[in-house]
């Protein structure tokens, strides 16, 4: 009986050790919860830059895209202003002003999602 109860002490003791390494690395890693809400993040990122891509090739192929990369994006109070028109938006926290060449570099060379969204807001369906 001594020797399964030793047995089981050193069980016990080599599970808990690795309970502390593994609450160690969770602490001083970034952790399972961080993880996940910045792949949620670039889930949503990687969403919003094929929409701009999408949007940039279809303006490209009319040759629109060369005219109007030099408006002006302003976005406030629920709206975007963009090319003498406005659209509502649902959030009207939102804000957000730069021109669209400056809007399209920011989403995909910079990974700004704002920059993606404000671009999706004034020429997405």
């Known amino acids: 009986m001594k020797k ?5 002490e050193y069980s016990a003791m080599i599970a808990l050790v690795l309970v502390i390494i ?3 690395v969770f602490y001083f890693g970034e952790g399972v919860v961080p993880k996940t809400i910045n792949s949620a993040q670039q889930a949503q990122l ?9 949007i940039k090739s279809n303006y490209g192929a009319t040759g629109t895209w060369g005219k109007l990369k030099a408006q ?19 959030d ?34």
Do not use: H, M, P, W
């Open 92 to 125: 009207s926290t939102f804000t957000y002003s730069d021109t669209l060449e400056n809007a399209y570099n920011k989403c995909i060379y910079e990974n700004n999602l704002d920059s993606c969204r404000a671009i999706v807001y004034v020429l997405g369906d």
């Open 72 to 90: 002006t994006i302003s976005c406030s109070n629920g709206q975007c202003e963009f090319n003498g028109e406005t659209k509502e938006i649902d």
């Open 46 to 54: 990687l969403q919003y830059q094929d929409s701009v891509e999408i």
């Open 22 to 24: 593994l609450v160690a």
């Open 4 to 8: 399964a109860q030793g047995s089981l």
